[in-house]
């Protein structure tokens, strides 16, 4: 059984990226610049949003931390982003998700600058990953295809099962690994909350995707020999003993799954890290876009 490492590839990745940077710097360029918009006190929100702003400055970028109050309304947050779009100085920016219940997504999403959509959630560019055009790929999906690259993870011909439907994780996965080219060439099967016997299909799957968000969901026994395992969630659990009061699990039962694995992502260290990693590498796209479409 092999760990997928998400912590050790994503500060690779991490390091070829300050390499990046140095040389623009070097050259007299202008580096990339991430902004992250974030609504609302949520804890886990906040957690995300600083790693990804302290991982700017590991790899030299600017970051800017928009902090708008929960009770912003949707016209408020309408004009922060058009504010972003027409800002010469920042390359990408994303907001972060979940948004309080008076702001309506979509429309949030639909207002972001495709150009500057590191998230990769504007219908234009999740339209355009669908048709294997060239775009910004979703960072956690993104981070899970670098991490099946990076070690050489077979999957032509697999049969990989997506469980979880979300916008952000599940459905692009299960788009991307349907693709033409590797990681892809799969046989996939996206399963849901309305899936009947979904023990019968993990069963027969060589890679299981799980995007839960429902902890130690993923049993021993719903997993073949030798399956691939990627572990998407991250759910805060109480417990007293954890100096922050919780501790993170993910959607497997790491002890045992584990036993009947050959790759396997640990929780935490695994896709968590990637995704910080990957929203890195579309904000070094952007401004490499940004600066290729301002010189021309
Ligand atoms: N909330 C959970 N994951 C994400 C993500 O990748 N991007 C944003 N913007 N919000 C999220």
New binding site residues.
């Given amino acids: 059984m092999t760990i997928l490492d998400g912590k050790k590839i994503s500060n690779q990745i991490k390091d070829e990226i300050t390499a990046e940077v140095d040389k623009m710097r070097e050259r007299g360029e202008k580096v990339p610049h991430l902004a992250a918009v974030l609504v609302g006190n949520d804890g886990a929100s906040l957690t995300?949003v600083g790693s990804k702003v302290k991982s700017c400055e590991r790899v030299g970028f600017e970051s800017t931390l928009v902090k708008l109050p929960n009770t912003t309304s949707e016209l408020e947050l309408l004009n922060k982003i058009e504010e972003l779009n027409n800002d010469e100085d920042i390359d990408g920016f994303?907001?972060?998700?979940p948004l309080p219940d008076q702001i309506d997504e979509q429309k949030v999403l639909m207002a972001v600058d495709p150009d500057k959509d590191v998230?990769g959630f504007h219908p234009m560019n999740f339209g355009k990953m669908a048709l294997d055009m060239s775009t910004f790929i979703?960072?956690?999906p993104f981070g899970i295809l670098e991490l099946l690259e990076r070690y050489g993870v077979e999957t032509k011909g697999k049969h990989t099962v997506v469980i979880g439907r979300s916008h952000?994780v599940g459905r692009p996965m299960s788009i991307l690994m349907g693709r033409k080219g590797f990681p892809g060439n799969s046989t996939v099967t996206l399963t849901h909350s309305h899936t009947k016997n979904i023990t019968q299909i993990t069963s027969q799957a060589d890679i299981i995707i799980t995007a839960l968000g429902s902890p130690n969901f993923l049993k021993a026994e719903m997993v073949k020999d030798d399956a691939v395992i990627i572990d998407v969630g991250i759910t805060r659990v109480p417990d007293e003993d954890r100096p922050k009061g919780y501790r993170i699990t993910g959607d497997v039962d790491f002890e045992n799954v584990s036993k009947k694995a050959s790759f396997i992502t640990p929780v935490p260290g695994g896709v968590g890290p990637m995704?910080i990693a990957m929203l890195l590498k579309n904000t070094l796209l952007a401004r490499e876009r940004h600066r290729n479409k301002t010189e021309l």
């Fill in positions: 995300y994303i907001v972060q998700l998230d979703p960072a956690t952000i995704t």
